[in-house]
C-alpha cells in the first residue's frame, strides 16, 4: 500500500488514541502504524482500523524507519525523542511546549500559516490547545484589523491533564456528593465542584508559564510581535472541551455584524451564536467537533475598537490531535516531508 | 427584651436561611423573628437560636408591626411587598433586582458607601453578588487611583439559582457519570460537569442583563458614571460560590505590590495571593467566608495602568445575606431606621 510511515509516541494517551481516530476518519495514507508508549502503556493492544496494534516501549530505534512521528507524550519523552527521530529521517510533530518557541521550529495552525512550515528542519510544533482556540478565530479578523491586545479568561478542562486528570476529577466529584474529603493528586488544590485560577506553574510575574505562552504563541502563529496578551488561565470541573472568554481590541473600530460574517467564512471555525434562543459554545457541544465554536460575539462598548467572544474547542481533538494530523496533511500534501538520509 | 421586630421574606430560601444563621452569628438586636414564604415553604419551622419559629405565608399584613425588613425572595415577591413593608413602617432591605437601579433607593455595601443611606426612603437595596465581590475589593483602589474600565469574567456557582438549583446540578452530575441523558430545567442548558456563557436574558446588546447590571451598578455604588465595565457572566458546575477574572485599568500606573498593600488593609477584603505555594481564592475556601477573598493581583503588563486580579466570594453569605445584615447593622447604628408612623 501506498502511504507513510507514522509513529505515534504517547499512544495510550487521550490524544494518542485521538489521532488514530483521525488517521481512520480522515482516510491520513498510512502504510504502517507504530505505538509507542512508555513503560506503562507498552505492552498494551490499541485498534488501528479494527485491526489491534500492540503499543512499544519507545526507544532510540523506535523511529529507524519512520517518515512521521506524532508526539503527545510529555515534555521530557519530546525532549530527548524528537531529535532522534529527526536524526533517523522523520518529521516530528510535537504537541509539547518543548519546542514551540524555538526559533527553527514552526508553530503551526494549519489553516492560519502552514507555508510557516516550508523551511522546517524536521520538527514542526503544535500550539497550545489554548492559542489554537483563541487564534484561530482571531486570524481571519486580524487579517482585515489588526489586533493590538487580547484580555482572555480562560475554562480549562481536566483532560488537558490526561485521561488521570478525568479520574480525579470523577473521584472527587463522588466524594464531594458522599460529603468525603478530597485528596488533590494531579491538581494543586480539589477540583471536583471547585475553581482553580491556576493552569501550569507561576512565574515571578505572578502570571502562570500557560498563561504568558498564550502570548507568546499567539504572536509567533501570527507573525505579529505587537499584539499583547494578559490571560487568566483557569481550571473548572469539567471533562472535555475547553472555553475562554475573549475581549480584542482591534486597531480600528470594528462592527460586531461584520465580525460575525467573517468569523461564517473562516476555516476551522462554527459560529454558534444565536442569544435568541441561547445558543452559544459549550464545552459540552464542542466535544467531538473539528471546529473551534465561537459565540457571544458583541460589541465592546467599553473600548472605541473592542469586540468580545467567547470560544469552546474540544481540547483533545483540535486541540492536539486533530491540528497534528492536519500538520502531517499539509505538510505531505505540498511535498515538504523531507526525504530520509 | 431590646430589639428590632424582624422579619425575612423568602426565609426558607439559601440567602433566607443564611440571614438567620448570620443574625444569630452577629448576635444582632432581634426582639422578634418573623419569617415569611411563598405559599410551598409556609407552615415549615426553622430554627432561630434552638427556637423553632414556623414560617408564614407573605402577606400585605405580614409587616404590620416590623422595624427591619429583609427581602430575599423573587423580583417579583419584592415588587410587590417591599412598598407594603415601608408604607407599614418598616425599614426594606432588599436583594433583588427590582430597586436597585431607582434613583431614590441607596444600592449599599456597607464597608463602601453607608452614608448613601442617610435619605433612604424606606427600601435599601444590596448590590448582586457579582457586583459585591467585584466592587469591594476595586473600592480601595479606585479611591487612590480612579478606575477607567474593567474587563471582567466570571465564574459563577448553581446557588446563585437557589437550591433548587443545587439540586439540579447534582442530579445531572450523577446522570452524566452513569453515562445517561440529562433535562435542564432551571439552567437553560446542561450545567453538570459543563459551562454556560449565559446568566440572565440577553438585551439586544448580545450582552446579558446580568453583565450590563454589572456595570451599572459599580458606576452607582463608587458614585463614578465614567467607569466602564465589559462583563462576561458564566455559569459553572459548582455548588456555592462565586469567582471572577478582573482586569482594571487605572488612571495612573499601579504597583502591584503597593496595590495587595492597599488591599490587605481593606475591609471586607481578604488577600489570599502567594504563588510561591499555589495559594490563591477558590469557591470551595470562599465558602463560609465573610470577606471577599482576593489573589493572583499582578501588573497587567499589556496596559501601562492595568492591574489584573482573582476574587471569590461565598455569593450567599456576603453576595446577599451577610451585606442585608450589615446594612442594618449601618442604619440602626447611625439611628437613619425610620421611627413608625
Known sequence: ?????????????????????????RNFPVSSLHLYSSGRGAGRHLYYNHQPIQVGETGTNSFSNIDIAFFVATDEVSRHFAPRAVDSGALAVDTSTVFRMEPMVPLIIPEINPDDMKNHQGIVACPGCTTIEMVLPLHPLHKVNPIKRIVVATYQSASGLGSEAMDELTLQTKQVMAAEGTMPRLFPHQIGFNILPQVGV??????????????????????????????????????IGHCASINVEFSHPVDSDEAEDVLSEAPGVRVIDDPTVNLYPQPWTATGMDEVLVGRIRQDFTHPSGLAMWVAVDNIRKGASLNSVQIAEEITRRGWLKSRG
Chains 1, 2 share one sequence.
Open 1 to 25: 500500500m501506498d502511504g507513510f510511515k507514522v509513529a505515534i509516541v504517547g499512544a495510550t494517551s487521550l490524544a494518542g488514541q485521538e489521532i488514530i481516530r483521525v488517521l481512520e476518519q
Open 202 to 239: 507561576f512565574m515571578d510575574s505572578g502570571y502562570t508559564r500557560e498563561e504568558l505562552s498564550l502570548g507568546e504563541e499567539t504572536q509567533k502563529v501570527l507573525h505579529d510581535p505587537d499584539i499583547t496578551v494578559s490571560a487568566t488561565c483557569v481550571r473548572v470541573p469539567v471533562y
